[in-house]
């Protein structure tokens, strides 16, 4: 198996968020995930990639099946409700998702029921007895070693999870069979487990051995049904899974959507982690099947210093947050305060720090006063392209490295570094555009007035461009101010150069500052 990397299938790009667990209302937590995922997404468009982007809603199980229960809904009803909301937040939120899987969808269901009888044919599933502790919040399974008396109560060490003895006939899938192959597939694909935290604590996990895995319940209906054997529910998490292939049509191996895989990042929570790193990796090859390129597992956000929770209700809605600070500057903070992986704070004294220092008072500022000085002293118009000097070149060459810089962080989901690195060329911007002085220029030569306002224009595009995937709408109306067409806006079309005296609208504030002693 080749190393494993997000350079994709040549053009094809393929990315996938965790389909989220519906028992409760989506929060800022999920809206991070998500958001991470669609500037990977947009940030492969951008560059020429035919992508694919899944996302979509883990709908059984018995954590659901009680939180149905207790909302006095059937588990179909609940689950319909909770779905739809999750896809609203995606759309509202900007992520341009290209498939909306749920894992109640008739094909979904197939795709499981063909999973299940190609790895039963494969001799990979047995009928046996389960004994032991289970946790219906974490939908796992513990060994003693992994459980904890706290108050009373015995919980899982790992989660807090309380565990419940549970004693049941179950299929097994055989996967302490796949303890030695899945060390070697690491070992030769190293970028497939990240940030390397993941991967120290995965292979820890694996290299104490495996044990082979209950992949079926028969207490409870809420799932999908064992080919041949209906007093059975499929484990979820086989079940979800599943879906990153669902989506491409398995078992139909054949369909060109099928093409995308195998995926080339999976984005995850890093509490499910080894459901997808051991778990997946061994039904996929059990399966014949190529296991993904790359699982990238983020950090957990606490709200103002405090662990979110629904008793604390912290959850912070990022509707609301959008509306609040503006749905860009959300999104720009969120994978720019915090390195992507590492755990983080929320806070809005930071998120209005950012939105007023970097975004506003660095790219806003540059903006309005290199387009303003355009309308006052070339009549709107674009001035001519000439020669760069050396003093132009400090300028311009930093710019022209900056696809490539950003490419590479954004590719092993540094965003916060791809941001930084940005930065450093909004800053230079301004330090440029204070050096060379244009507004005097006016007096003393014109023409270089006018190539120096030509070069922060060039400076400007190619800003705006790279950062369409981080503030999609709030680019594109910094594109619109720039003269650059709708049909002009990719990696590629910076080339080349916007025609000479093309006509500019007058420019308006980009960023809405916000007082912090509100």
Not at 494 to 500: C, E, F, K, M, S
Request: overall charge negative.
């Amino acid at each position: 198996m080749s190393d494993s990397s997000t350079a994709g299938n040549g053009k094809r790009f393929f990315l996938t968020t965790p389909i989220y667990y519906l028992n409760g209302q989506p929060h800022i937590g999920h809206a991070y995930t998500s958001i991470a995922a669609d500037v990977l997404a947009r940030w492969k468009r951008l560059g020429g990639h035919e992508v694919f982007f899944l996302t979509g809603t883990d709908e059984h199980g018995q954590k659901v099946e009680r939180a149905a229960l207790d909302a006095g809904m059937t588990p179909q009803a609940f689950t319909d409700r909770l779905a739809g909301d999750f896809r609203a937040m995606a759309e509202r939120i900007g992520i341009s998702f290209d498939d909306f899987i749920r894992t109640t969808e008739e094909r979904h269901k197939r795709s499981c029921t063909a999973l299940w009888e190609k790895l039963a044919a494969g001799g990979h599933i047995y009928l046996g007895h389960y004994e032991g502790w289970y946790a219906v919040r974490d939908e796992a399974f513990y060994g003693p070693e992994e459980i904890e008396d706290r108050n009373g109560q015995k919980v899982a060490i790992a989660s807090g999870a309380p565990v419940e003895w549970t004693r049941e006939p179950s299929y097994f899938f055989r996967l302490s069979a796949w303890t030695d192959r899945l060390l070697e597939f690491y070992e030769a694909n190293p970028g497939f487990m990240a940030p390397e935290g993941t991967r120290r604590e995965v292979l820890s996990f694996v290299r104490a051995g495996l044990q082979d895995l209950s992949i079926s319940r028969a207490s409870f209906k809420w799932g999908i049904p064992v080919p041949g054997d209906a007093e059975h529910v499929m484990y979820v998490w086989l079940d979800a899974l599943t879906n990153y292939i669902t989506a491409l049509g398995y078992p139909d191996t054949a369909s060109d959507r099928w093409g995308f895989w195998p995926a080339d990042v999976h984005l995850v929570g890093k509490e499910i982690t080894r459901f997808h790193c051991v778990l997946w990796p061994a039904f996929l090859m059990a399966a014949d099947l190529p296991p993904p390129r790359r699982v990238y597992a983020n950090g957990w956000l606490t709200i103002e210093g405090q662990k979110m929770s629904k008793s604390l209700g912290n959850g912070l809605d990022p509707l609301v947050l959008a509306e609040e600070f503006g749905l860009d500057p959300l999104r720009y903070y969120l994978l720019r305060e915090v390195p992507f992986g590492n755990d983080g704070d929320f806070s809005r004294r930071a998120v209005i720090g950012r939105l007023n220092s970097e975004l506003a008072n660095d790219l806003g500022n540059l903006a309005q006063r290199s387009l303003s000085l355009i309308q006052r002293n070339c009549e709107g118009r674009l001035p001519a392209l000439t020669a760069p000097t050396e003093a132009d070149r400090e300028l311009l060459a930093p710019l022209a490295a900056l696809p490539a810089q950003v490419d590479e962080a954004i590719s092993r989901q540094a965003y916060s570094e791809a941001l930084e690195r940005i930065w450093v060329v909004v800053r230079l911007g301004n330090s440029w555009i204070d050096a060379q002085k244009p507004w005097s220029l006016k007096k003393t030569d014109l023409l270089r007035m006018e190539a120096v306002l030509r070069n922060l224009h060039t400076l400007l595009r190619g800003l705006a461009t790279i950062l369409q995937p981080f503030m999609p709408g709030t680019m594109a109306a910094m594109l619109d101010q720039l003269g650059v067409g709708q049909g002009a806006r990719a990696l590629a079309d910076l080339a080349v150069p916007i025609a000479d005296g093309t006509a500019l609208p007058p420019p308006a504030p980009l960023f809405r500052k916000i007082d912090e002693a509100a």
